[in-house]
């Protein structure tokens, strides 16, 4: 079945860094992937979606990529910043006949200052 | 403010107590959805409302109930829970084609925190 795979290990970067985060996913290629930023104690919010048919998406300093010949999506923040730290999560829809979305486990950013 | 509202925030409950976390949503959704956050590990998708209807029932145990009087509202009924069952529960919302698979962005609640004893 699909998995999706995010590192679990915290990231730690220095302020004004480029961090980049990824996602991996096995089996088939989703129709499109988003992202979300999870603070502690509160929900997830959206942050970026980016279809298949699209090599990379731009929102401010972030930018998503996607590979489906890799399976793997790539979130960088430029000219980080310690607002930035907090967990980000992938999701996408694990086969066609699922009707929500399944998460990766995320990735912890902390920006030093 | 996410437009999706969840009470209480904090809840303690012993095994034998039946409570309930709501959910409300002032987007104009139609379509809700529970999520269980354990400490770490991933979201785990538990229900699915689509037009107040369930579509999607994620294996959650039958002490788990939802129930969704209306598309503006979801409620998750607690009964003779388990303390492994303590997590964060989320609640979220999303616009969606009928019939359909999710392909819009989901808004969350800042989430109940849910500790059993």
């Known amino acids: 079945s699909q998995k999706i795979e995010q590192n679990s290990e915290a990231l730690n970067i220095q302020e004004g860094k480029t961090a980049t985060l990824t996602c991996n996913y096995t089996?088939?290629?989703?129709?499109?992937l988003q992202w979300y930023r999870q603070d502690p104690g509160r929900g997830p919010v959206f942050l970026l979606l980016?279809?298949?048919?699209?090599k990379e998406k731009r929102k401010e300093r972030l930018k998503v990529t996607f590979d489906t010949t890799l399976k793997q999506s790539l979130f960088h923040i430029t000219a980080s910043q310690p607002a930035d730290s907090a967990t980000y999560l992938c999701?996408?829809?694990?086969?066609?006949?699922?009707?929500?979305?399944?998460f990766g486990s995320g990735t912890r950013l902390q920006v030093q200052p | 403010e996410t437009g999706v509202t969840q009470t209480p925030r904090h809840l303690v409950m012993g095994m034998t107590n039946k409570k309930s976390l709501k959910c409300e949503q002032h987007?104009?959704?139609?379509?809700m959805y529970w999520y269980k956050q354990s400490a770490k590990k991933p979201l785990e998708l538990m229900f699915v409302?689509?037009?107040?209807?369930?579509?999607e029932n994620n294996s959650v145990p039958s002490r788990f109930s939802p129930e969704c009087p209306n598309s503006s509202h979801l409620f998750l009924h607690l009964h003779t829970l388990q303390p492994e069952d303590s997590a964060l529960y989320l609640c979220?919302?999303?616009?969606?084609?009928?019939?359909?698979?999710?392909?819009?962005?989901?808004?969350f609640g800042e989430g109940s925190r849910l500790t059993v004893l």
């Open positions: 979220a919302s999303s616009s969606r084609a009928s019939g359909g698979p999710n392909t819009g962005e989901l808004f």
């Open positions: 089996n088939y290629s989703p129709a499109y």
């Open positions: 980016i279809r298949e048919n699209e």
């Open positions: 999701a996408l829809l694990m086969d066609t006949g699922r009707r929500a979305l399944t």
């Open positions: 987007l104009g959704h139609n379509a």
């Open positions: 409302y689509s037009l107040e209807e369930r579509v």
